[in-house]
């Protein structure tokens, strides 16, 4: 069975400091690997994804995510927070062929942008 | 193209009352999820049709039911309502399925049905 660990509910910047949102998965075949976005009234909108091939996959709205295999990581970057970055964050695992194709998602990560 | 559009946005229900939802995927998505969100479980998974079938069902009570129709449009119904089921429904479609395997089953999802059950 798959499953993702969000670190933390909630995470505070101040605007033009660094982002991180950490996601840690585990799956019993190679995964396939997410971050959602949500605005407050709204669906889920997604960021980035790894399928196969580069680790460092980058996304809309200057983010990024490294997959790590050895440490069972998908965090998500960004250099420097906007104010409009301000949103709920979440990761998600599928395992594709083999397992099961229905995303899991993590309980998500509140970013809070400070001017 | 079109998104995802869920209807109706917002609804007020007593308990015991029945309510139903309704989902209409992209042109060309054949598979639809349903996920429940509330603060306390977060985004749980109900469950999944493609091609008016239902695939895959996640852990919820037998109260909690959907169908699928030849359009793919789908629509999910919760009856006996219990104030526990007051959250967002979120509908997702996707290609799943469809031979696309390879885009790793990227969710398109609705702007969700907040149900208020008193």
């Known amino acids: 069975a798959q499953s993702v660990t969000q670190l933390g509910s909630h995470v505070s910047v101040s605007e033009g400091a660094l982002v991180l949102l950490r996601c840690n998965y585990s799956?019993?075949?190679?995964?396939?690997l997410f971050w959602y976005v949500q605005y407050p009234n709204q669906g889920l909108q997604l960021l980035l994804k790894y399928t196969t091939g580069a680790t460092l996959v980058k996304g809309i709205n200057g983010f990024e995510a490294e997959f790590k295999k050895s440490e069972t990581s998908f965090h998500l970057t960004k250099p420097s927070a906007h104010m409009s970055d301000a949103a709920e964050y979440f990761c998600a695992v599928s395992e594709g062929w083999g397992g099961s194709y229905i995303p899991t998602f993590g309980r998500g990560t509140s970013l809070i942008v400070h001017p | 193209k079109a998104g995802v559009t869920q209807t109706p946005r917002y609804l007020i229900k007593t308990r015991g009352q029945q309510v139903t939802l309704s989902c209409s995927p992209i042109?060309?998505?054949?598979?639809v999820s349903w996920y429940q969100q509330t603060p306390g479980q977060g985004l749980q998974f109900l469950f999944e049709?493609?091609?008016?079938?239902?695939?895959n069902k996640g852990n919820f009570p037998g109260r909690f039911s959907g169908r699928q129709f030849s359009n793919s449009r789908s629509e999910m119904n919760v009856s006996t309502l219990e104030l526990g089921d007051s959250a967002l429904y979120l509908c997702?479609?996707?290609?799943?399925?469809?031979?696309?395997?390879?885009?790793?089953?990227?969710?398109?999802f609705g702007e969700g049905s907040r149900l208020t059950v008193l």
């Open positions: 042109s060309g998505h054949r598979s």
């Open positions: 049709y493609f091609s008016e079938t239902q695939r």
């Open positions: 799956s019993s075949v190679p995964p396939y």
């Open positions: 997702a479609s996707s290609l799943l399925g469809q031979g696309n395997f390879v885009q790793g089953g990227e969710l398109f």
